[in-house]
Every structure is written in C-alpha cells, then in structure tokens.
Nanobody, 124 residues
Framework: QVQLVESGGGLVQAGGSLRLSCAAAGRTFSSYAMGWFRQAPGKEREFVAAVSASGGLTSGGDSVKGRFTISRDNAKNTVYLQMNSLKPEDTAVYYC?????????????????WGQGTQVTVSS
C-alpha cells in the first residue's frame, strides 16, 4: 500500500506563491513517476504537472506553464509543486498521485495512488 500526504496549501493573494509538498511512504518511490492534479468545485480533475521517476523529465499543463514547477527529492520520498504568479482560477484542491510506470504522463488513468488533497485558495 502506498500512502501519499500533501501539505502546503492555504490562502494566498493573486500574484503570490505557494509550495506544495507530497510525502510518500514506501521504498519504491524512486521507481515511479509522480504527478499533481487539481479539482475545482463543479469541475473535473485536471492535470497540472508530472515528473519522471528520476526527476529528469517534467511536464506541465498549458494553464500553468511558466508559473508552476514540479520537482522531486528521491532521498526524501517527496515531490514538490512550486506555484508562482498565482491566479484566482488556480483555486482548487490539489492532489498528488503516483503513476503506474517510471515515465511522466498527463493521463489521469495512468495514476494508481492518490493523496487526500490540499486546498489552495487564491483571492483576487
């Protein structure tokens, strides 16, 4: 069983920054790609960013490119999402997820384990 615990969410003004963290339990963290998704009220869960198992390749959704950066520290079993220049439309519950394979992917069905989510609220 894989447990993922997100932290770092909160309330921030537009233009501000937040850094989300996701700590994973287990010894196989470095073998799998990790991703961040978000879900706003009344909307479907959408892809935000992903990072390959080694951390060498990353991918970001069109709405966050240039503003959000995903990274990982395999020694700490942790994946991060640095969010800059936040906008009110970034308001959502943010989830981290572990993929089924080592390569970064944008497709939600390729992720197997999910955290409980952390709320990010951006005020205008």
């Amino acid at each position: 069983q894989v447990q993922l615990v997100e932290s770092g969410g909160g309330l921030v003004q537009a233009g501000g920054s937040l850094r989300l963290s996701c700590a994973a339990a287990g010894r196989t963290f470095s073998s799998y790609a990790m991703g961040w998704f978000r879900q706003a009220p009344g909307k479907e869960r959408e892809f935000v960013a992903a990072v390959s198992a080694s951390g060498g390749l990353t991918s970001g959704g069109d709405s966050v490119k240039g503003r959000f950066t995903i990274s990982r520290d395999n020694a700490k079993n942790t994946v991060y999402l640095q969010m800059n220049s936040l906008k009110p439309e970034d308001t959502a519950v943010y989830y981290c997820a572990r993929a089924r394979a080592f390569f970064a992917t944008t497709r939600i069905e390729t992720y197997e384990y999910w955290g409980q989510g952390t709320q990010v609220t951006v005020s205008s």
